[in-house]
């Protein structure tokens, strides 16, 4: 069986958190699981959140694949019993014993993760990435997300030319002097992927921006034509630094509209002339429709997979998921990412599970003939590192 817990690993999408030194064990499953609600969202929903409601959301992230097997990889790291009590006071007991930055990087050091590109864009408020450096001890990238700065504009009383200067000298000086290695959407969630590429144009940043400020028709359109033009100035502007472009597509948090999320939505905007030199990340690599987001990184020259939330959190589904992007995607296009959050934990389970996976589904590739251990081994360090540290110029 090949084994690649030695290879090194980029994390190519995950978050920046803030120090949790101590956490109860119902914390600590709220800042780690993914999914399975909140007492907000109930509320929201005229429910009644009692104790019984309560035990019940913490049953339910307790109970996914992704949830069980970090428990038993944390439980094997820490030499403890396999119950989430006896996981979290070893984690808050390691903290208190060898101090919080130590702690994280001998997990960090543990799953030979030696580079973390994050998006800053969550959470917010945005966790001051100087501090995060300092407490994980491993480099720390960071990615812009244009929504962020999107968002403030908006809330801002300016007019069109002042939107527009202030847009671009953003985007510029965090890809020149705010050291960000590149910029991050998530149009997807607010307006979707079907962006016609003719939205760059000004005048439709300029026509889409009035209405919504006259709330004419309380805007219509106009927020996704805004939205639209302003992504596509982003591909621009990514061109003119020769920076790559993250684009979340496929599956999110509950708020997320999965149809308006695939991967093939983007096309007609990613094969259009003007934007063909953009580098492009599509993040989460589609799932569950990664198929499509492999198919697009053959066809077109400069689109790349990320392979991350899919892996981890569709637990088993990780070596299926990596079968299936390189059906059609290139070696060298698909990247190992985890979009962990929150604490250290996480990015070490998912690295785990990253290099398990790889090795299964590279292993069936070898038996079925396409190629040899030495090749697998050299695939597995692209997708694990090399192809990250291209993309991305590390
Ligand atoms: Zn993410």
């Known amino acids: 069986m090949l084994d690649f817990s030695n290879l090194s690993v980029v994390d190519a999408h995950c ?20 999914g399975g609600g909140s007492p907000q969202y109930l509320r929201d929903g005229g429910i009644e959140v009692d104790d019984a409601t309560l035990a019940e959301l913490q049953r339910v992230k307790r109970d996914t694949l992704y949830f069980r097997y970090m428990l038993r990889r944390l439980a094997e790291y820490f030499q403890v019993e396999e119950t989430v009590d006896a996981v979290v006071e ?3 007991r390691a903290i208190l014993e060898e101090g919080y930055a130590s702690y994280a990087n001998s997990l960090h050091q543990a799953g030979k993760i030696d580079t973390l590109i994050v998006d800053d864009g969550h959470p917010l408020p945005q ?3 100087e501090n995060f450096r300092a407490q ?3 480099e720390v990238l960071p990615i812009f997300r244009i929504e962020v700065l999107i968002q403030q504009l908006l809330d801002e009383d300016i007019g069109w030319l002042e939107f527009q200067r202030a847009y671009d000298d953003g985007i510029a000086s965090a890809l020149s002097e705010g050291g960000y290695r590149g910029l991050k959407s998530i149009i997807a969630y607010r307006t979707g992927l079907d962006i016609d590429p003719r939205s760059r144009s000004v005048d439709q940043g300029m026509v889409a921006l009035e209405k919504i400020r006259r709330a004419r028709g309380r805007g219509g359109d106009a927020i996704k034509n805004l939205r639209d033009h302003l992504f596509c100035r982003a591909i621009e502007r990514c061109i003119d630094f020769d920076a790559p472009l993250q684009v979340h597509t496929g599956m999110g948090d509950w708020e997320v509209h999965l149809d308006a999320c695939r991967p093939a939505q983007l096309m007609e ?12 990340l599509l993040v989460h690599t589609g799932y569950p429709y990664h198929a499509e987001a492999g198919y697009i990184a053959n066809v077109l020259p400069n689109i790349w997979c990320d392979l991350s939330e899919g892996l981890p959190f569709a637990g088993n589904a990780a070596a299926r998921i990596i079968a299936e992007v390189l059906e059609m995607a290139p070696l060298s296009r698909v990247c ?10 996480p990015f070490y389970t998912s690295a785990l599970l990253g290099k398990q996976a790889l090795a299964q589904a590279l292993q069936d590739l070898i038996d079925d003939g396409f190629m040899t251990e030495a090749g697998a081994e050299e695939t597995a360090k692209m997708i694990l590192s090399d192809n990250a540290r291209e993309l991305y110029g590390i």
Not at 270 to 275: D, E, G
Not at 336 to 345: F, K, L, M, V
């Open 269 to 280: 905007l990613l094969r259009y002339p003007a934007y063909r030199a953009c580098k492009i």
């Open 127 to 129: 966790v001051n990435l």
């Open 15 to 34: 978050h920046p958190y803030r120090r949790k030194d101590k956490l109860s064990a119902d914390e600590w499953v709220d800042e780690v699981s993914f």
């Open 90 to 92: 070893a984690r808050n």
């Open 136 to 138: 994980v001890g491993v």
């Open 336 to 345: 190992y990412g985890s979009d962990a959050y929150g604490t250290p934990e």
